[in-house]
């Protein structure tokens, strides 16, 4: 399906809004005994998870009617479409009820098997990114969008490379990986933050070997696509997206701000694993 430029912009302007102001409900749950259950993969769901979804599942249906949105608390189970929505109402559940503030909403426009339109909120850092046909990066402004500006990919640093890495997510493959580049510097961060933080100039990649689902990631891709860089699968396959026979599941992959990269990279070829989609059946009320 194809989508002009400017039409994708005014769809992520959008949607950018529509993150801004889910981030405000996840911000009144921030720092507080939000209330939680366990799924049975460990993973959590939250009280604020399920309000914030609710908003941009309505949000998007009075934007756009006839698009079915994947989500992953209440959707997760549905077939795609030619043109579907994937969306993560809060990334970084986890850290979110830890206190860190590094958690994101994520809202992306798949046509096909390859997003064509995103936001990704960070309301605890008071940003917020999107991309259509362009990149940018705005300001949350009291719930609401600020002045968009234009972001990009920075070229190759000199002093080495500033990989990412998940505050909660690592393993001996992605060190290994990492160990084949020349990179100065490593910092940790949460969620799907890392993808943004690679578009807008601030680091040069991030791998992840361990598993991930397609709402954790979509939203992310565009925009550092969009921006210059590029999320590549093992060898250097581009992501796709709608695998509803493997439940969304990510096989392993590296968002790089230089597709130069991927020369020296050598990720696991794995298939991603196909565990059944009731991993959001709640489990328990354990705290974390």
Known sequence: MSIDA??????AATLMEIACR???????????????????????ASQADAESEDFILAELARYWPGIPVIAEESSYDQPPA???FLVDPLDGTRDFLAGNAEYSVNIGLIAGDRPIAAALAAPGLNRVWGAGGQAYEAEIRDGHLGERLPIAVRPRPDQGLVALRSNRHGDTETEACLGALRVGATRSAASALKFCLIAAGEADIYVRCGPTMEWDTAAGDHILTVAGGCVVAPAGRPMTYGHYTRNYRNGPFAALGDASYAANLVLPERSPSTRPAERHAPQ???RI
Do not use: N, Q
């Not at 400017?6 to 769809?11: F, N, W």
């Open 6 to 11: 400017p039409t994708r912009d005014r769809i």
């Open 22 to 44: 889910a981030g405000e409900i996840l911000k009144r749950h921030h720092g507080g005994d939000c209330p939680h259950v366990l799924k049975p993969d460990g993973s959590p």
């Open 82 to 84: 030619p043109l579907f």
């Open 284 to 286: 328990d009320e354990r």
